[in-house]
């Protein structure tokens, strides 16, 4: 049988049935939804650092940032010459001339990739592997990203580790388009990180969009945020799995995850389908408030 769609309210792109919500990011209705799971993966996923560092230390992370080349590269646009007589900024509306922008922002997240994998290498022939906990691109105002990788900073290998590979950054990034790399060490407790960075990605601050207006903008990178593999494994907190607490939720009436009814891991026992999660209702009762 073919499927059934129809039309998102908000949208307009089709929805397959039996689903009721549009699930891209890019809609103006979901997007906020998934903000707030990007901003609960975040949460969840670096406690799970935090709770795993040894007893006798203290979790830390330490934080950068690599931008975008300056106007030498990426050209103001003269729409605001109506302005007058200004310093370009972001914050006044200036922008990056479209053109420049949208073909830098398109190669962004490849180069980023590029000039990381080679970061990494030349750590890891230094017999440093630096624990990349989470990275994030943003989009400023002026119209270009700029991405936030987060490190692990807790022992004394894993801070050895991310100072050299701050350093590889900072002296790669020009080969790679790349901009300033922030070689200041911004070192915080994991959770502090999270937050820091939920508080942009929800709210928007200072130079940055908020996460629900740039997650729309069209030259956002596929994958936005990303969280080691290491630490979902540990968590259970994925994306998939934020969707089907919310799916059960909207079933039962009752998160599976309050109270410590279900853990993330046991989520994968119920079926994603709408008939199978009311089958297991059925069949265990109990936890079913």
Same mark, same amino acid.
């Given at each position: 049988?073919?499927?059934?769609?129809?039309?998102?309210?908000?949208?307009?792109?089709?929805?397959?049935?039996?689903?009721?919500?549009?699930?891209?990011?890019?809609?103006?209705?979901?997007?906020?939804?998934?903000?707030?799971?990007?901003?609960?993966?975040?949460?969840? &996923? $670096?406690?799970?650092? @935090?709770?795993?560092?040894?007893?006798? %230390? +203290? /979790?830390?992370? !330490?934080?950068?940032?690599?931008?975008?080349?300056?106007?030498?590269?990426?050209?103001?646009?003269?729409?605001?010459?109506?302005?007058?007589?200004?310093?370009?900024?972001?914050?006044?509306?200036?922008?990056?001339?479209?053109?420049?922008?949208?073909?830098? &922002? $398109?190669?962004?997240? @490849?180069?980023?990739?590029?000039?990381? %994998? +080679? /970061?990494?290498? !030349?750590?890891?022939?230094?017999?440093?592997?630096?624990?990349?906990?989470?990275?994030?691109?943003?989009?400023?105002?002026?119209?270009?990203?700029?991405?936030?990788?987060?490190?692990?900073?807790?022992?004394?290998?894993?801070?050895?580790?991310?100072?050299?590979? $701050?350093?590889?950054? @900072?002296?790669?990034?020009?080969?790679?388009?790349?901009?300033?790399?922030?070689?200041?060490?911004?070192?915080?407790?994991?959770?502090?990180?999270?937050?820091?960075?939920?508080?942009?990605?929800?709210?928007?601050?200072?130079?940055?969009?908020?996460?629900?207006?740039?997650?729309?903008?069209?030259?956002?990178?596929?994958?936005?945020?990303?969280?080691?593999?290491?630490?979902?494994?540990?968590?259970?907190?994925?994306?998939?799995?934020?969707?089907?607490?919310?799916?059960?939720?909207?079933?039962?009436?009752?998160?599976?995850?309050?109270?410590?009814?279900?853990?993330?891991?046991?989520?994968?026992?119920?079926?994603?389908?709408?008939?199978?999660?009311?089958?297991?209702?059925?069949?265990?009762?109990?936890?079913?408030?």
């Amino acid at each position: 049988m073919r499927p059934r769609y129809r039309a998102c309210a908000t949208c307009r792109r089709p929805i397959p049935e039996p689903l009721t919500r549009c699930r891209r990011r890019t809609c103006p209705s979901y997007a906020g939804l998934w903000a707030g799971d990007q901003r609960r993966k975040l949460f969840v &996923n $670096l406690d799970e650092y @935090a709770a795993g560092a040894p007893v006798d %230390r +203290r /979790a830390a992370v !330490l934080m950068t940032a690599v931008t975008a080349p300056g106007a030498d590269q990426l050209p103001w646009s003269t729409d605001c010459a109506v302005l007058g007589d200004h310093k370009h900024s972001g914050l006044l509306g200036c922008r990056v001339e479209a053109a420049a922008a949208r073909e830098w &922002n $398109l190669s962004a997240p @490849a180069r980023w990739r590029a000039l990381h %994998r +080679r /970061a990494y290498t !030349l750590c890891a022939r230094a017999d440093r592997k630096p624990f990349m906990l989470t990275r994030a691109w943003e989009m400023q105002h002026r119209g270009v990203l700029h991405v936030h990788p987060v490190l692990g900073f807790t022992t004394a290998a894993e801070r050895l580790s991310a100072r050299l590979y $701050l350093a590889h950054l @900072a002296e790669l990034a020009p080969d790679y388009g790349f901009g300033f790399v922030e070689r200041k060490e911004r070192v915080m407790a994991a959770r502090a990180a999270a937050a820091y960075l939920s508080a942009y990605f929800v709210t928007g601050s200072k130079r940055k969009a908020s996460l629900e207006q740039s997650v729309m903008h069209r030259d956002m990178p596929r994958s936005i945020v990303h969280v080691s593999t290491r630490l979902t494994i540990r968590s259970g907190c994925t994306m998939r799995r934020l969707r089907l607490a919310r799916f059960i939720y909207h079933q039962w009436g009752h998160h599976p995850l309050k109270d410590g009814c279900y853990t993330w891991h046991e989520l994968d026992r119920f079926q994603t389908s709408d008939s199978g999660v009311k089958r297991r209702r059925q069949e265990e009762p109990v936890a079913a408030p």
